[in-house]
């Protein structure tokens, strides 16, 4: 399965289902649709890194926790990504390790979309398929 990433219809926020064949590649998923609700992903170079770790018991808690810090970067640092070097453990718990790729935000540049507010827990799944991983996440607008 190539990874991969749609927007779904919905009347208020932003619903995005992702697909891929390990938890590493759903997170990317994820984390560029996140990304390209808000910009132009074409327009953003990687000029900067961030580390962003996480560590949950549950792997959807740490999805959320994942793109919840993604839109931090973006309010906090204006900082967009457009590609995340993700690895995932489990012991005990599911601890995440990531480099995220891109730069500071720039109006001109990236084509703003519109300002994501929130990651919802409505509707928010992640679950193991046959051939891989999916995930479905509606993000506040």
């Known amino acids: 399965m190539k990874p991969s990433y749609t927007f779904i ?10 697909k891929a064949e390990t938890k ?8 560029l649709a996140l990304e390209e609700t808000q910009v132009n992903l074409a327009k953003v170079e990687q000029k900067v890194t961030q580390e962003i770790t996480g560590e949950n018991e549950k792997l959807d808690r740490l999805l959320f926790d ?3 810090d993604v839109l931090f970067y973006k309010d ?4 967009i990504f457009n590609k995340f070097d993700i690895t995932i453990t489990k012991d005990e718990t599911y601890k995440l390790h990531c480099i995220a790729h891109g730069e500071k935000l720039d109006h001109q540049k990236h084509e703003p979309k519109v300002d994501v507010k929130a990651i919802t827990m409505h509707l928010f799944e992640v679950k193991e398929i046959d051939d891989g991983f999916y995930a479905k996440v509606l993000v506040d607008i």
């Not at 219809?9 to 992702?18: I, S, Y």
């Open 66 to 68: 994942f793109l919840d």
């Open 76 to 79: 906090a640092e204006l900082l």
């Open 9 to 18: 219809d919905h009347t208020a926020d932003v619903l995005f289902e992702a």
């Open 24 to 31: 590493e590649e759903l997170f990317a998923q994820c984390g």
